[in-house]
């Protein structure tokens, strides 16, 4: 039996414990829960996507089906016309180069939420460029929605909506 001799504490001071304030807690918990709730929250647009709407109608440059492949790093997208095209985006928020054929890009792949936005330069061998962002989402139906605002030199900004059905 071990015995404790407690008259040594007797004359020390306790170090007074410290109290977190309420309102600091409160902070601290629903930061923590919403940076879990954020990451949870990410859709996966994995997927054989078939269009069903643009608008506005008739717009260019609109694939009527898309191969995506989407993991926790990238996000590759193939489609069937214009030659088998694909792209892939890291997904980390950091600008990334790539050249497909003369044209040389710089990409920026990023959540916001749960929707994912792709920056995209594209510079020719002329000298013009164009500029693109797509914000993917997927509605609560299921719906795969990519808003691609088109810029190039020289032109008018335009702004295409695409609704997409899995397959």
């Known amino acids: 039996m071990f015995v ?29 829960l919403a940076v ?16 069903e709407s643009s608008t506005p109608s008739g717009a260019a440059m609109v694939s009527s089906s898309q191969v995506v492949k989407h993991d926790a790093n990238t996000l590759s997208v193939g489609q069937s016309e214009r ?38 330069t594209d510079t020719f061998p002329t000298g013009a460029s164009r500029t693109m962002k797509q914000v993917w989402s997927l509605e609560a139906s299921g719906k795969l ?10 032109k008018d900004e335009v702004t295409m909506t695409n609704v997409y059905v899995k397959k």
């Not at 001799?5 to 629903?30: A, G, Y």
């Not at 030659?83 to 792949?109: F, N, Q, R, W």
Request: charged share 20%; proline share 8%.
């Open 36 to 51: 879990a709730l954020s990451a949870q929250s990410r859709p996966n647009f994995s997927g054989q996507w078939t269009l």
């Open 145 to 154: 929605v990519i808003v691609l605002t088109d810029k190039s030199s020289g």
């Open 83 to 120: 030659g088998h095209h694909s792209s892939t985006y890291t997904l980390d928020a950091k600008p990334h180069e790539t050249t497909i054929g003369p044209v040389k890009s710089v990409s920026k792949a990023e959540w916001n939420g749960d929707r994912l936005v792709i920056d995209r």
């Open 4 to 32: 404790t001799d407690l008259s040594q504490n007797i004359d020390k001071p306790e170090v007074p414990m410290r109290i977190i304030p309420p309102h600091v807690r409160l902070i601290l918990l629903t930061s923590g």
